[in-house]
């Protein structure tokens, strides 16, 4: 695959993923609302619908945090940057960038590790009886995410950088 | 530990790091440093800190705020305030601070309010003699009174970081979201006077009838919202449910003005923005798990009995801590990381944690439009093409009234605790 295509499919996937987000928090509003009328009226209960919601508002976190960290969307202060020049800033913003990456390996190492231990037990949900390996993944994947699109993100950065500089000279 | 955990956090965030990385990393580094707790509680911490159900309730305010946008719901409430104030000196501004109040009591976001308000009222505000500061200083001020009245997102996550009750402080927040609002409206007033801004045409009955049966629908999803929530008949968290719900049939049904395709971009954007708030309140959480495993709310707690500090002056300490943070942190970040260090010293001091949640909230609310970092000034700035520097003198009166308004927020906790005490 050359780069235009490599381009186009992440492009793709990141516009897929969004529609999976938004069309689990439509899922979750409707799951929210018919278990809310079925336990006032007394016609139905929906069994361990607190924990889907629940788990379901953590997965989106965690794959909404992945976009956002691919899009540079994440909630910052631009404090010192903005007074930066312009080596120093981006110098700054790839530093950043690697703390970012050892951070979230850091975390997801941890959470793998956790992870390995609760699947050793078996452990389930108490509502919806789900082995609790599924809703834990999600922070695994998250911070994995995270360090994969920044790494790119900043190896990106680097080549550029140095391309601009070897332009300069 | 705590220094090396301080001085990381605040460095990281001043450099552009995102907060979430700024608050894992300094957390990270004092574990790795200073070892003591298990390095594996970080999974627990991390997932605890969103396994809360409470904390449900933002994604569903901040989808609903999105549909109130998309379904036009908003410009319907702030065509009707326009129309009931036609007679008051500053009629043009009282009306855009309404309709910011009115927008309020559907969601929780500041910057919705700022968005709405300003594509809807600022030309009419230049047009109407305002100028461009006075106008964009109004617009910027008045959004932030959205995270005070409820519903309010910066509530929500101060009830699940300091554990109270986020009904309890919905109803806290409306009469001083009330006080803010009158003095601003007051202040609006006043200074048209001054400047002899000419008044808007005169109140009609037709068109104020006109206008409120334009906004019937709109305005009884405040109410259900509301009562629902103070009646008993739902929780916060299914609130926001039934919030997007309605918001949706309103669009979808009564006014006819979104489409799957509409609801769908909105719920996408929602999603991100939840993604982005939440990762944060995940973080905080590991942050504040740090600083309680090494005891520094009792150490701060005992530091502040030594020093003899009374309830009154803890207060006015902590309004200025906040008043200098919300000019830089967004309020999200700062209740997260606060609430944990501060709401033990004042329960300690016999603060009720309902009115300092309050105080609080009041506080960032300010923050969000202060120079130089104020959120709701950026969103200003894009929504009406204005340099900072314009938007940065029109707040400056707005913010001596806020001020104004947070202090007797804070020496009256009346404000915040007669309705609740009247209701119980």
Redesign the interface.
Known sequence: MGGNGFIRAEAIAVRLVGILLGLALIAMVLVNVANAVGRYSGWFSLVGADELLVYGMIWIVMLGAILAARSRDHLSINLLPTAMSGGLAAAVKIAIDIATVAVSLFIAWHSFDFISRIAALNQTSMGLGIPMVIPHSAILIGFAGIAAVTAFLTIVDISRLSGHERGRK | MTWVLGISVVI??????????AL??AA?LALLFFPGPP??A???T??GG????A??SV??FV?AGELMAISGIADRLINLVRALFGRVPGSLGVAALGGSTLIGTICGSSAAAVAAVGRNMYPQLIEGGYGKQRAAGIITSSGAIDIVIPPSIAMILYGASAEQSIAKLFIAGIVPGIVMALLMAGYISISALMARIPREAHFRARVAWHAFRQAFWALTMPAFVMVGIYAG??SP??A???A??YAAFLGFVVYRTVNFQL??????S???M???????V?AAGVVSWVLTVEGVPQALIAATTDAGLSPLGFLLTVNLLLLAIGC???P??AILVLSPLLVPIAVSLGIDPIHFGVVMTVNLAIGMFTPP?GLNIFVAQSVLGLRTSDIYRGVLPFMAVQISALALITLVPALSLWLLTGMS
């Open positions: 990281l965030i001043a450099l552009g790091a995102p907060i979430f990385v894992l990393a990270s390095l594996i970080l999974q627990q991390i997932f969103l396994d809360a159900y904390l449900l994604p569903f989808f008949f739902f968290t299914e926001g449910g039934f997007c719900a609801l769908l971009e909105a719920a996408v929602s999603a991100m939840t993604a982005r708030i939440m990762v944060v995940a830089v942190l967004d999200t970040s970092f």
